[in-house]
């Protein structure tokens, strides 16, 4: 049987993989609607990968919150509670798994992918998120090395605790 801090370092590097390939696909999105601004469908499927940038987040930080912290952050503000708590150490548990300069980064991604789920695509403008689309690589490649490192975490202290 493997180790549970194992299964979860697996599982956040294979989100990665999978975010990796909405980014590409979101930048591709982006490069298209800018040589085709009259084409709907580009802006759409750069707001859906955009979304889908940080549903990916926010399905590792739960995995995180439920299965290390053991305490999933609940009530109204879950969302951005979550948020920080990533960029928080718990002490004897673990280290913060993002940074807070990624955390502060990130609230805008977590604000938009809130809008994309609550108005019609109609009304999504892309002077609303340019901004995130132009730095998301940079966005991306800091929280990647991030979550990689935390997943080292992880794995060493499976490895530890297999030695113990």
Do not use: C
Request: hydrophobic share 40%; charged share 25%; no cysteine.
């Amino acid at each position: 049987m493997t180790d549970p801090y194992s299964q979860i370092a697996q599982r956040i590097r294979g989100e990665v993989v999978e975010i990796d390939r909405v980014v590409l696909r979101g930048l591709h999105a982006w490069d298209m609607h800018r040589l085709n601004p009259a084409e709907d469908a580009f802006l759409d499927a750069a707001a859906l990968n955009l979304h889908s940038f940080y549903s990916g987040l926010e399905t590792i930080f739960g995995l995180i919150t439920r299965q290390v912290d053991r305490k999933p952050p609940a009530g109204e503000s879950w969302h951005r509670d979550l948020l920080g708590q990533m960029a928080s150490e718990w002490p004897e548990v673990r280290p913060g798994v993002i940074s807070q300069e990624t955390a502060e980064r990130l609230d805008g991604y977590m604000r938009f992918r809130h809008l994309v789920r609550n108005v019609y695509a109609t009304n999504l403008a892309p002077d609303r998120f340019s901004d995130l689309i132009d730095t998301l690589s940079e966005v991306w490649s800091q929280t990647r090395s991030e979550l990689l490192a935390f997943a080292t975490f992880l794995e060493d202290v499976a490895r530890s605790v297999a030695g113990a």
